[in-house]
């Protein structure tokens, strides 16, 4: 059974860092490319970064320059640090494998930035 359990998230100023992070298990996480996804309530859920098995990551244009996606293919982890947090970075942040046709999901911790 695939499972992502997510640590982090809560309120933060503008300006702020957090760090997310995702535990996988199920897979052999090493061969799978891991992503992180975000949604605000009535919004279609955006992909804000991927890292995939050789560590080639992607970033939404928003996010380009505050996040940092990594993985630990030891710990089975993948995190996501973010940097200079603005309002609109205000979601709820869910890691996401895609494993044999089927598209896991982790609870989705809410990252609230306000002052």
């Known amino acids: 059974q695939v499972r992502l359990v997510e640590s982090g998230g809560g309120l933060v100023q503008p300006g702020g860092s957090l760090r997310l992070s995702c535990t996988a298990s199920?897979?052999?996480?090493?061969?799978?490319?891991m992503n992180w996804y975000r949604q605000t309530t009535g919004k279609q859920r955006e992909l804000v970064a991927n890292?995939?098995?050789?560590?080639?990551?992607t970033y939404a244009d928003s996010v380009k320059g505050r996040f940092a996606i990594s993985r630990d293919n030891i710990r089975n982890t993948v995190s996501l640090q973010m940097s200079n947090l603005k309002p609109e970075d205000t979601a709820a942040y869910y890691c996401?494998?895609?494993?044999?046709?089927?598209?896991?999901w982790g609870r989705g911790p809410q990252v609230t930035v306000s002052s």
């Open positions: 199920g897979i052999n996480f090493r061969l799978y490319t």
């Open positions: 890292i995939t098995s050789g560590h080639s990551t």
């Open positions: 996401h494998v895609r494993f044999r046709g089927s598209r896991y």
